[in-house]
């Protein structure tokens, strides 16, 4: 019932093959591959272009109802393989300058389908957003040399207050400005600009460290919506020392109402403090 098959995990079972992860493109995509990405000017303040991009479904487990964070280790890390080279084929169409990564969990965070899964937009632009934290990132390494991820990391790490877990590898703190309550990032504790620079022995470290956060998420708040985005360098930017590729979990555990979209400013009702002792303190990592 999906449509061609752009890649796969399999494992071999007889004569045939299961599978394990699955990537098709997306049956109503926002931009498509054969889209023309040239930009048309009416001659005044507006202009266009094409819907030129791609737009992918990565289907995470055969398994329809089992959250992310309840999979094995293994499995989480076959998701993030199949994300991670998914990434790397796309930006080889020179056309596309960006990789949004997210995954919608919850009616109210999006979800449209049932059976767990991941999106791939690859867009002609550099969204806005991003735009906005290279703008604060490089700033920051004008002024001081450093990276402002990097820092923040280690300051988080000497503080200890908004840690949530840690490995070699990667760290998961609450933010000291988090937008929504229980907002958490994970972050490499080695600078790397770009998801797409993510090295092979990465996979499993993130695997466990996303799969640890998940069920804190989980069971302290009792499987709340979510969304989950992969924050990383656009084109031409992959090795540069002022910014840090990260994963931002954002928890729909309020709604954002007029004050919020007429100001642009947040309101997070729960200290990020409070929020990280609360998933550090009892058991949070098991469903």
């Known amino acids: 019932m999906t449509p061609r098959e752009i890649d796969a995990i399999r494992v071999p079972r007889g004569g045939e093959s299961d599978w394990l992860v699955r990537v098709i493109p997306n049956k109503f ?16 303040l507006f202009e266009r272009m094409g819907g030129c991009g791609a737009h992918e479904v990565v289907i995470e487990s ?75 990132a490089t700033n920051f390494f004008d002024r001081t040399g450093q990276c402002l991820y990097h820092v923040l990391l280690e300051e988080e790490l000497k503080r200890d207050e908004r840690v949530i877990a840690t ?43 996303l799969k640890e956060v998940l069920l804190k998420l989980y069971v302290g708040l ?10 990383t360098a656009s084109r031409g930017d992959e090795v540069e020392p002022y910014f840090c590729w990260h994963i931002r979990i954002l928890p729909r555990l309020a709604t954002a109402a007029g004050f919020e979209l007429g100001s642009g400013m947040s309101i997070n009702t729960v200290l990020p403090e409070e929020a990280a002792e609360f998933l550090r303190g009892g058991n949070h990592t098991s469903p």
């Open 222 to 231: 009792d499987n709340p919506d979510f969304n989950l985005t992969i924050d």
């Open 29 to 44: 995509p926002a931009l498509q591959i054969e889209e023309d990405n040239r930009r048309i000017s009416d001659g005044g």
């Open 62 to 136: 055969p398994q329809h109802d089992l959250f992310l964070g309840n999979q094995p280790i293994g499995q989480i890390g076959h998701v993030l393989d199949v994300l991670h080279r998914r990434y790397h084929d796309l930006m080889r169409d020179q056309r596309f300058q960006s990789i949004v990564v997210f995954k919608n969990h919850g009616v109210g965070a999006g979800t449209s389908l049932q059976h767990p899964h991941w999106q791939i937009i690859a867009t002609p632009v550099v969204p806005r957003m991003l735009r906005l934290m290279y703008n604060e």
């Open 167 to 209: 490995n070699d590898e990667f760290a998961a703190v609450m933010p000291f400005a988090a937008h929504l309550p229980f907002e958490t990032w994970i972050l490499p504790r080695h600078q790397q600009a770009s998801f797409d620079v993510l090295r092979d022995e990465q996979i499993a470290p993130l695997a466990e460290i």
